[in-house]
């Protein structure tokens, strides 16, 4: 049984730049203790990366641009065809952050960059259209932003248990970047800056939500909003 409830699990698995994918685990911080398995209590300091880290030594600093289209790949265990991301019943939303690297962990100032919920059109949450498209999402690496080392934070939030107070599974990880051609400023308003823990509460409604009662139809996306904000069209 064990076994099978971790197939239904997930791990940032690789990223790219563009064309390039970089091989399985490279720029991506190690996690503490089994590395498919969720963040529940999101209190703690592993709701920062999966792990209780704010640097990882050992893993090194990918250089991108400010500017480029950055993807994120989800998997099981490898990259082959047969293996989903997540299982299907463990829908939600995913959500993608940057905080500028600090000594304290926990005084990095973390923005939301990306994020997908619930779309009524097409009734699919994030997971599912990363999962249609192999575990990947991509997003553009803001250019109103400073240069410097980063921390790129992953976060796929499976609802299938959020009907109850702590059932929502979190499964949070952190790329580490070197970000450089940026603008060095901020758009005005500047980004919502949160922490890691700190962000999410037990009773937000993102977090604390029936999935099967409400079928995504007044689903709120938990944490700040996204930078920079979308222009009107």
């Known amino acids: ?3 099978h409830l971790v197939q239904a699990h997930t791990q940032l698995y690789n990223v790219a730049v563009g064309t390039t994918t970089y091989k399985h685990g490279e720029y991506i ?3 503490v203790g089994p590395r498919l ?3 529940a209590n999101f209190t703690t300091d ?3 990366c999966r792990n209780t880290n704010g640097v990882s030594p050992k893993t090194p600093y990918l250089s991108v641009k400010a500017g480029v289209e950055f993807s994120v790949v989800w998997r099981h265990h490898n990259d082959s065809a047969e293996d989903n991301m997540v299982s299907p019943s463990h829908r939600g939303p995913c959500m993608i952050y940057l905080g500028k690297v600090e ?3 926990d005084d990095i100032k973390w923005f939301k960059i990306y994020e997908l919920g619930f779309n009524k059109d097409t009734n699919k949450w994030c997971s599912d ?4 498209n192999h575990g990947k999402v991509n997003v553009v690496i803001p250019k109103d932003i400073e240069d410097g080392k980063y921390l790129l934070r992953t976060d796929l939030l499976a609802l299938h248990k959020a009907n109850v107070v702590w059932g929502a599974q979190f499964y949070p990880n952190c790329v580490q970047l070197d970000i450089t051609g940026s ?3 901020f758009l005005d308003p500047p980004p919502e800056f949160v922490s890691f823990p700190g962000a999410y509460k037990s009773d937000d409604p993102g977090i604390f939500y029936d999935r099967r009662k409400d079928k995504g139809l007044n689903y709120v996306i938990p944490g700040p909003k996204v930078y920079p904000p979308t222009k009107p069209t």
């Open 1 to 3: 049984m064990a076994g």
């Open 29 to 31: 911080q190690p996690v």
């Open 37 to 39: 398995s969720p963040v």
């Open 46 to 48: 592993e709701i920062r």
């Open 103 to 105: 000594t304290n962990p």
């Open 129 to 132: 259209v990363a999962r249609d």
């Open 183 to 185: 603008s060095n400023k």
